[in-house]
């Protein structure tokens, strides 16, 4: 089984994060694969280094016929038998052939941009129904769930970051970009006067976010870091992993709370309302309230049995439901089912 992997996300983002995760956990089971990316150093690097065939091309706008018969070259090339093009700009650039062609959603995409794929996969069940509804029935939209890389590390100096090592550390990871809530995040923590914050991401909004800080007199005790690749480090450092989007198919953010063992507080948008179970594994609170955000941050500050059993019971969730290797099994089954039904409609 040869499977083609076709990116062309931005620098940073959830979905990215995701593709580098799965193909280098598919790689490590000895799939045959080849990925062609959009230009990325480090992204690039990584999928190198665990041995992962690569091509980069720019993947520009409507006008870039370059990437396009590249793409039609790699798949010259390689002959997959599967080609799985990831969100709507890879998948728009995919040529049509033999292979059969997967598109992946990690969002609510107007489904016009998949109508040449032979399959859909959501990252939610109700991203698969909302493609369901628009067409892709009965076995041609399926629902695949991320996973989070458990891998244990230390937890980072704080006096590296200006933090200090006795004083509450609440941890925020994602885009920079208004979908984020980063800006509700940092009028909750007027509330919760104690706590240091560290927001680990990069965007577009990071000036006005630093701005904002300094407005809500916040700027002695939050921490931008830019983009992070060493999630786990920062999560065993933190006391609180805290989740505020205003926006989120899924939140690969909460799994990886789980993994880490850390105390989580995500705001009830589609992703996480939908996967996390309230009091039991984490606290929700309404989207775009700073004021429950903070109640819910101080509570498991001051609950620490409370926080402990959430810790215990995500780990019990993220054991049972997403880890690696129940992720790529998911993936590989559903691959050879795939051509296991191609060959037998063609007998």
């Known amino acids: 089984m040869k499977v083609m992997q076709v990116m062309a996300g931005?620098?940073?983002?959830g979905a990215e994060t995701f593709f580098v995760d799965l193909v280098t956990a598919l790689q490590r089971r000895g799939l045959d694969q080849r990925a062609v990316i959009r230009r990325n150093p480090a992204r690039s690097k990584i999928l190198r280094d665990a041995g992962v065939p690569l091509a980069e091309y720019r993947f520009g706008g409507p006008l870039d016929i370059v990437t396009k018969l590249a793409l039609r070259r790699e798949i010259a090339r390689f002959q997959p038998d599967i080609v799985q093009t990831w969100m709507v700009r890879a998948t728009k650039a995919c040529p049509r052939g033999t292979f059969v062609h997967i598109g992946w959603l990690g969002g609510y995409y107007k489904p016009m941009h998949f109508q040449d794929c032979d399959h859909v996969v959501g990252v939610t069940q109700s991203i698969a129904d909302h493609m369901s509804a628009a067409g892709w029935t009965g076995a041609?939209?399926?629902?695949?769930?991320?996973?989070?890389?458990?891998?244990?590390?230390?937890a980072l100096k704080r006096a590296d970051y200006g933090t200090p090592e006795d004083a509450p550390l609440l941890l925020a990871l994602g885009r920079l970009h208004a979908?984020?809530?980063?800006?509700?995040?940092?009028?909750?923590?007027?509330?919760?006067?104690?706590?240091?914050?560290?927001?680990?991401?990069?965007?577009?909004?990071?000036?006005?976010?630093?701005?904002?800080?300094?407005?809500?007199?916040?700027?002695?005790?939050?921490?931008?870091l830019g983009w992070r690749y060493d999630r786990e480090a920062l999560?065993?450092?933190?006391?609180?992993?805290?989740?505020?989007?205003?926006?989120?198919?899924?939140?690969?953010?909460?799994?990886?709370?789980?993994?880490?063992?850390?105390?989580?507080?995500?705001?009830?948008?589609?992703?996480?309302?939908?996967?996390?179970?309230?009091?039991?594994?984490?606290?929700?609170?309404?989207?775009?309230?700073?004021?429950?955000?903070?109640?819910?941050?101080?509570?498991?500050?001051?609950?620490?049995a409370l926080a402990a059993k959430l810790v215990a019971a995500g780990r019990r969730r993220y054991e049972a439901e997403y880890t690696e290797e129940a992720?790529?099994?998911?993936?590989?089954?559903?691959?050879?089912?795939?051509?296991?039904?191609?060959?037998?409609?063609?007998?």
């Open 235 to 304: 999560l065993a450092t933190a006391d609180i992993c805290v989740f505020p989007s205003r926006y989120e198919p899924f939140g690969t953010v909460t799994i990886e709370a789980w993994a880490c063992d850390t105390p989580l507080v995500a705001a009830a948008s589609a992703g996480p309302a939908a996967v996390i179970r309230d009091g039991e594994d984490a606290l929700l609170v309404p989207v775009d309230d700073a004021g429950a955000l903070a109640a819910a941050i101080n509570r498991l500050l001051d609950e620490p």
């Open 140 to 154: 041609r939209s399926h629902f695949l769930p991320t996973f989070a890389v458990r891998q244990p590390a230390e």
């Open 327 to 347: 992720c790529a099994k998911r993936y590989l089954a559903f691959y050879q089912g795939l051509l296991d039904a191609r060959n037998l409609a063609a007998q």
């Open 179 to 224: 979908k984020k809530a980063f800006d509700i995040l940092l009028k909750s923590l007027v509330s919760v006067p104690k706590a240091w914050l560290w927001i680990a991401g990069e965007g577009e909004l990071r000036g006005e976010l630093e701005a904002m800080a300094a407005d809500l007199g916040l700027i002695d005790r939050v921490r931008f």
């Open 10 to 13: 931005g620098e940073h983002g």
